[in-house]
């Protein structure tokens, strides 16, 4: 069984004191772009790692393993976004995302 970490109390211990987020009419989630080094080659799980849902999975390609955001389990915290060393990935609406 895998145990869903409290969000609230992880930004808390993170020093994110901000209010309760509204939400918009599209739920966020994260969108990766062409610049992410996993697709030019280079070994990077940088946002799996900071991802505290686990949204972020890599699949075995050729040519290395890839980024694939899992939408229902994205909260679009931004957390990879922010550990991107590529800056290759942002956070939008789910309807951009479709």
């Known amino acids: 069984m895998v145990e869903t970490p409290d969000l609230k109390r992880r930004n808390f211990l993170l020093g994110r004191f901000t209010a309760e987020p509204s939400e918009p009419a599209g739920s966020p989630v994260a969108l990766i772009g062409q610049s992410c080094f996993a697709f030019q080659g280079i ?50 609406a789910v309807e951009e995302a479709s």
Request: with cysteine.
């Open 43 to 92: 070994a990077c799980m940088s946002c799996r790692d900071a991802c505290p849902t686990g949204a972020v999975r890599f699949e075995l390609a050729i040519g290395g393993a890839r980024p694939r955001i899992v939408t229902e389990t994205c909260t679009g915290c931004g957390d990879c976004s922010q550990a991107c060393p590529a800056g290759a990935i942002r956070v939008s």
